[in-house]
């Protein structure tokens, strides 16, 4: 049974940053691809950032701001995000998905678990 749980949000200014972490069980790092979403109010789910294999991939609106990161010792995830802006704000989500593939993939339905959430509120 893989669990996810993920902390660290938080209400910041912008230009601020924040550390996330997604504490995980029930699976072997190494065998998985996991990922980070977004979901503003009245949105879809978006996708942040992800890896899967060796590969490591953000999203456009992220990309040299936020760095994902992998801790095997202690079977942790981290997201940080610097120099936040009002529109970072969501609730952040952790996702992992059995099957690994050469290109990391960036659509919700790929992924089949998740944690619950935490919630990033940028104010400007």
């Known amino acids: 049974q893989v669990q996810l749980v993920e902390s660290g949000g938080g209400l910041v200014q912008a230009g601020d940053f924040l550390r996330l972490s997604c504490a995980a069980s029930?699976?072997?790092?190494?065998?998985?691809?996991m990922a980070w979403f977004r979901q503003a109010p009245g949105k879809e789910r978006v996708f942040v950032a992800g890896?899967?294999?060796?590969?490591?991939y953000y999203g456009d609106s992220v990309k040299g701001r936020f760095i994902m990161s992998r801790d095997h010792a202690k079977n942790t995830v981290t997201l940080q995000m610097n120099n936040l802006k009002p529109e970072d704000t969501a609730v952040y989500y952790c996702?992992?998905?059995?099957?690994?593939?050469?290109?990391?993939?960036?659509?919700?339905?790929?992924?089949?678990?998740w944690g619950q959430g935490t919630q990033v509120t940028v104010s400007a």
């Open positions: 996702s992992v998905s059995p099957r690994l593939t050469a290109e990391v993939r960036t659509a919700p339905s790929e992924y089949a678990y």
């Open positions: 029930g699976h072997t790092f190494s065998r998985v691809a």
């Open positions: 890896w899967s294999g060796s590969t490591t």
